[in-house]
């Protein structure tokens, strides 16, 4: 499989954990998607989470990217994702169209069917239904954003999607759900990390690579091929290493142990990093950890976050720089105005990229 042209473009992604109350939280976001976009990174991806601030601090991601579209002026801002079977569809649609006016027009979609299966009930939608209540609030969701009639009204959004429903991104962890958003014509979202099949010590790669596969091949003749892998990544000064590792210890092991079902006791942190796909260090580390990850050369995009490592805003914002000046020239990844210019236009790109 040939790696995307040109490199994948990178990208911030934050669920908004530091320890702070709210509104350092979204204070500190904000500051960081000014910082991204100050060094270059093509797009900004927020998380969405109900209910307790310990998985994800942000309910609301189209308010916090409204108040980033003021700070900023190039970087495409992004849900990462919203949950449409918690969501109301039209809502979500009416929103997304606001903040790409509000934007000039920066605004890339992400969506799924997960969501904390706890966070159902409270919005009145059961969690074993949520695949067939995804579909039908994703059918709501493209038709609103593409401005057909809803739900058989003649009824159209204000401010009108334009081509808002041709940058939707739909995420998954599994072929299946790659085919799906191929056969969409949408961009595909790859997780950080994942589960592995039987506890098996595979590499990320070896899990995404197929569901890459699968979407390419499903995508439509003439449909624009974007895939985004996400990674976490803290890149830090020499002086900071041993810092940043402590600061590692509880997240990565809580990790490892809770996704992957991996017991911990007896491991290094830089072993517990290496299983939880955690790319840690300082510039030349993380580089050469980087590089091994075939699915992110055969992706379009790149995104980073810090999570699960409890990086304070300072750290994270050091990491943002030293992943723009230092670790992507290394590797190839696209910065700065061209890696904005080709995102901006990447749902306009006609054809399938090469296998």
């Keep these: 499989m040939t790696p995307a042209p040109d490199g994948p473009r990178i990208g911030f992604f934050s669920r908004l954990l530091e320890q702070a109350p709210a509104a350092d939280r979204y204070r500190f976001a904000i500051e960081q998607i000014a910082q991204a976009e100050a060094c270059g990174f093509a797009s900004a991806w927020v998380a969405q989470h109900h209910f307790g601030e310990h998985e994800g601090g942000l309910p609301s991601p189209f308010v916090l990217l409204a108040a980033a579209a003021e700070r900023t002026s190039r970087i495409a801002l992004a849900t990462g994702v919203v949950t449409l079977p918690i969501d109301d569809p039209l809502r979500a649609a009416e929103d997304a169209s606001v903040l790409d006016a509000l934007s000039g027009g920066r605004v890339q979609l992400g969506v799924a069917s997960g969501g904390t299966p706890s966070s ?16 039908d609030h994703f059918a709501v969701f493209r038709d609103a954003l593409s401005g057909r009639g809803i739900r058989g009204t003649d009824a159209r959004i204000y401010p009108a999607g334009g081509d808002l429903d ?32 039987g506890g ?32 976490t990544a803290v890149v830090v000064d020499e002086e900071n290493r041993t810092r940043v590792l402590e600061l590692a210890e509880r997240g990565l092991r809580e990790l490892a142990e809770g996704m992957l079902g991996v017991d911990t006791a007896g491991l290094g942190i830089d ?36 999570h699960s490592i409890d990086a304070p805003h300072e750290i994270t914002l050091r990491s943002l720089e030293l992943l723009a000046t230092e670790v ?21 790109t006609h054809g399938k990229a090469t296998a």
């Design 200 to 231: 098996q010590d595979l590499p990320l790669h070896d899990l995404q690579l197929p569901i890459i596969e699968a979407y390419r091949e499903a995508l439509p003749e003439g449909a624009p091929f974007r895939v985004l892998a996400s990674r």
């Design 328 to 348: 992507a020239p290394r590797l190839g990844y696209v910065t700065g105005p061209a890696a904005f210019d080709a995102l901006g236009a990447a749902h306009l």
């Design 271 to 306: 072993e517990v990093a290496r299983l939880t796909d955690t790319h840690v260090g300082t510039p030349d580390e993380v580089a050469a950890s980087l590089a091994a990850d075939r699915a992110i050369a055969a992706s379009t995009d790149v995104s980073f976050q810090v």
């Design 120 to 135: 159902f009930a409270p919005f009145g939608r059961a969690a074993d239904r949520r695949r067939e209540i995804f579909a």
């Design 166 to 197: 041709r940058r939707i991104w739909q995420a998954t962890f599994s072929v299946d759900g790659g085919v799906r958003a191929g056969r969409d014509g949408d961009g595909l979202l790859l997780s950080r990390t994942q589960p592995r099949p």
